[in-house]
């Protein structure tokens, strides 16, 4: 995990927590810990539970089992104003008819923080999410990335331990999007808190997170940095969910997963190095991204694959072209059926 001049975040707790409804479940039996000053990012399909978690962390859902501690103290009856929490959304909820100063002097005016303090420190979250000289603008004469930053700089404004992130750059642009993801990662090494953030982009969660907890169906599948996951999915789902990837399905009904950039199109079987497995493809599509090459592959069973290289493969024109799809078993992932 990158190091930090401070951290002043607190650590988060999950023991055994589920949540169940009277006809689904949720959220079931997840454990997790959350360590201080770290940038924690909740990933998966939707309704996969990370929403639930993050809500539960929040106080917004009561608990069916199992419990949760910040700061090491239990929330069991602890209300969601009582936490100390910063929560940002993916609407922004900023008042309209307040200045970016005064919405974000709002909670510590709640808080009854002197006016010179508060000032001081509003001003001070104002300049760390880089909006120094917005003070007097209204929400409406603000962009949409604007209006993001100033509910961030009101959610860290109270210098909260934790801060939650439910899916906040969801309604923006890719391009404000991608430039929002560098402005967080800054401002959390700034700042030393604890950060939880909820996506379903597994690009950004990539891009942003120290770890990353990986939900399906109410479970969590496995939590780890980006290049663990990545490189050592510990199930079919993460290999499958995170980043492009080739499944090789076996007749025994295992699965190997190979990566773009660790798979090799051959033009016949002849050129397959000694000691590596391979099978027979067909070329769909080659596509040029500047920085290489993509190929879409077709398998024997029907499936589809993706094979990245730095250089053009000479042999190769057109499409629908006959190769030999050939990897380093160290570099592939196997799963049973």
Do not use: C
Request: net charge negative; proline share 5%; no cysteine.
């Amino acid at each position: 995990m990158p190091e930090r001049a401070e951290r002043a975040g607190a650590e988060i707790v999950l023991a055994g927590v589920s949540k169940h409804y009277p006809k689904s479940i949720a959220l079931d039996d997840v454990s997790l810990v959350v360590e201080p000053g770290e940038f924690m990012t909740f990933l998966g399909p939707s309704g996969s539970g990370k929403t639930t978690t993050l809500g539960l962390i929040a106080g917004f859902t009561d608990l069916t089992s199992g419990y949760i501690e910040i700061d090491g103290r239990r929330m069991d009856d602890v209300p969601v104003h009582q936490r100390g929490l910063g929560i940002v959304f993916q609407h922004y909820a900023l008042f309209p008819h307040l200045t970016v100063l005064d919405n974000v002097l709002f909670p510590l005016r709640q808080r009854k923080v002197a006016r010179a303090e508060a000032d001081h420190l509003a001003r001070a979250a104002l300049d760390t999410a880089g909006l120094s000289g917005f003070e007097g603008r209204y929400p409406r004469e603000l962009s949409g990335g604007q209006q993001q930053r100033v509910a961030l700089a009101r959610a860290l404004v109270f210098e909260p331990q934790v801060l939650l992130l439910d899916e906040p750059l969801g309604a923006l642009d890719k391009q404000l999007r991608e430039r929002l993801q560098l402005e967080l990662r800054r401002i959390h090494r700034e700042v030393g808190r604890t950060f939880v953030f909820v996506t379903h982009d597994q690009e950004e969660a990539l891009t942003l997170s120290d770890r990353i907890a990986v939900f399906n169906e109410g479970r969590i599948e496995q939590v780890g940095t980006a290049k663990e996951l990545y490189e050592r999915p510990a199930s079919r789902f993460v290999a499958g969910f995170i980043g492009e990837s080739t499944m090789i399905h076996h007749a025994q009904g295992g699965v190997t997963v190979v990566r773009p950039e660790h798979g090799l199109l051959l033009p016949d079987e002849t050129a397959v190095g000694a000691g590596r497995p391979a099978v027979p493809v067909t070329v769909r599509q080659t596509i040029y991204l500047g920085s290489g090459w993509k190929y879409e592959i077709v398998l024997p069973d029907g499936s589809t694959g993706v094979v990245r290289s730095a250089d053009a493969l000479g042999w190769m024109s057109g499409e629908n072209v006959p190769a030999v799809l050939s990897w380093d078993p160290a570099l592939a992932s196997a799963f049973d059926a």
